[in-house]
């Protein structure tokens, strides 16, 4: 039994969290299932504007979301292990998918400069 399954109900927060991680991985199956899903919505003529197609992607969406999460803000010394995994996930999409997350993630990267382990140097 899961720390979901046995609260349902019980605490609101972990309900929230419970709906997010069913939804993940209902969704990252879907992708993974069916890699037609993972288009852009964007229509291209000629070169790719990587930047527009990845916000445009579902992977890119999720990649989005991911930046979002109000769990990095209350994560001291690093990044939490489920959040790292689901990077890892869509980094691990294959074709356009992969390369619509690798466009986001360093495009919100000023997230990443707050989760600095404590005792690392900021250099400039």
Not at 68 to 83: T, V, Y
Request: aromatic fraction near 8%; proline fraction near 4%.
């Amino acid at each position: 039994m899961t720390a979901c399954s046995a609260n349902v109900g019980a605490n609101r927060s972990l309900n929230k969290v419970c709906l997010w991680e069913a939804l993940w991985s209902a969704l990252l199956l879907a992708l993974r299932e069916h890699p037609e899903a993972t288009a852009s919505s964007l229509i291209s003529y000629g070169a790719i504007d990587w930047a527009n197609h990845a916000v445009s992607s579902p992977v890119g969406k999720l990649a989005q979301a991911l930046m979002k999460d109000e769990g990095l803000e209350s994560s001291a010394g690093g990044f939490p292990r489920q959040w790292l995994y689901k990077v890892e996930s869509l980094l691990g999409m294959a074709g356009d998918a992969r390369r619509d997350a690798l466009v986001i993630f360093p495009t919100s990267s000023s997230g990443f400069t707050v989760m600095r382990p404590t005792g690392a140097k900021h250099t400039s």
